[in-house]
């Protein structure tokens, strides 16, 4: 069975562009009223995500008052419905005077339906990233999951966590940038159970944890008798992955002569198994991760460029632990949970020194050390929290470090402070920088290079 088409209504009292436009939009569920009472009765019905409204409709087929109307009548019933208006009467007057009361865009009759075309898919497409939006902040704000197992307050991480789902449902190779332990094969398990693969399977493989001899057959599988060894016929990680997701590892690690298979993978779709002469399709979708600067391996000569803009369709970087606001001690109060109950159900929680210390730490192993750093306190405590001392944090080279890297105090201490301005200003710009006592134009510079959000 087809995927439903989305309904898109056209509020349309001309029976010649009403049939045109039908014919133009087959990918759309096209549903046409003529006057309000039908349009609106379509709008609460069908609940369609756009509408086109011609704004000279009966009885004032030769002004706008009665398609203003129905856009406010929409604008009420469902304001996030994306309203494309049109008009052959004071096409600039009625635009604006349309748009200031909500309407999405506007294109002057005659209509050019290629044009009107890419405003509606426009529109669509903005709908659905508004509505990902809305639920995503929902999550976030209702617990601290925003996106299947991953655990994150950080505005950061949540960041992250929209551009994966954005992409989840499309097929584009997604390349995860970041360093060892923040929690890449976290985050493509989350797009693979995002996405409409979710329910088949999900494999991965570390590249650099398999020698270069024994890469090609993992990933490519081999026939009966291929070499010495190969005793019976076996699947690759690729074909393993059909209808999935493949989540490659370590990608930067794979050997030129391995990355030219699979960049005619990706570009063809077929794989050839080591040993078979047959072409096998595969609907396999790939998401990579590395810690390695690639760019840098491809002027060396030691990654191809093709293949990266192959792979590097969607690229997302991955902030380091001590860049994610809150995140330590969100996470280390999460696995002590998880630690206690298997390990030591006598623990209770984390003394007060110990929470200060977890969020001191600048945690160059990422959410990998801060996980196990807990496993061992959960072990070695002695009461039912968890101290300083038991996780075995050496805060005197800490201290040193800070007081050595005046950059990344200076940074942590802008951060702090900006987001407590625009928290006590609740996003308000000018307000924010009166409180930092700063200007307007300073302080957009900081909240772009700081990559923050008012």
Known sequence: MGRQKPPLLVVEDDEGLQAQLKWAYEDFDVIVAQDR??????LRSDEPAVVTLDLGLPPDPDGTTEGLAILDAIMALKPDTKVIV????????SALQAIERGAYDFYQKPVDIDSLGLIVRRAFNLHTIEAENRRLAARVSDGATVLGNLIT???EMAKVARTIE?????NVSVMLLGASGTGKELLARGLHDASERKDKAFVAINCAAIPETLLEAELFGHEKGAFTGAVRTTEGKIEQAQGGTLFLDEVGDIPLPLQV????????????RIGGRKAIEVDTRIVCATHQDLETMIAAGTFREDLFYRLAEIV?????????TGDAVLLAKHFLMQFGR?????????APDALAAIDA?????????????????VIMADDKLVAAEDLDLDQADEDMAEALNLKIARERADRVMIRHALARSEGNISTSAKLLGISRPTLYDLLKQYDLQP
């Open 342 to 350: 298997e390990m030591n159900p006598a623990i209770k929680g984390f």
């Open 153 to 155: 307050a950080a505005p």
């Open 316 to 324: 997302v970087k991955i902030p380091p632990l001590a860049e994610r």
């Open 361 to 377: 730490w600048h945690w160059p192993g990422n959410v990998r050390e801060l996980e196990n750093r807990v496993k061992r306190a």
């Open 86 to 93: 049109a008009s052959g009467h004071g096409a600039r007057e």
């Open 261 to 272: 298979k699979l960049l005619r993978f990706l570009q063809e779709r077929t794989i050839e």
């Open 37 to 42: 009472d039908s349009a609106l009765a379509v």
């Open 166 to 170: 954005r992409v989840a449902n499309t």
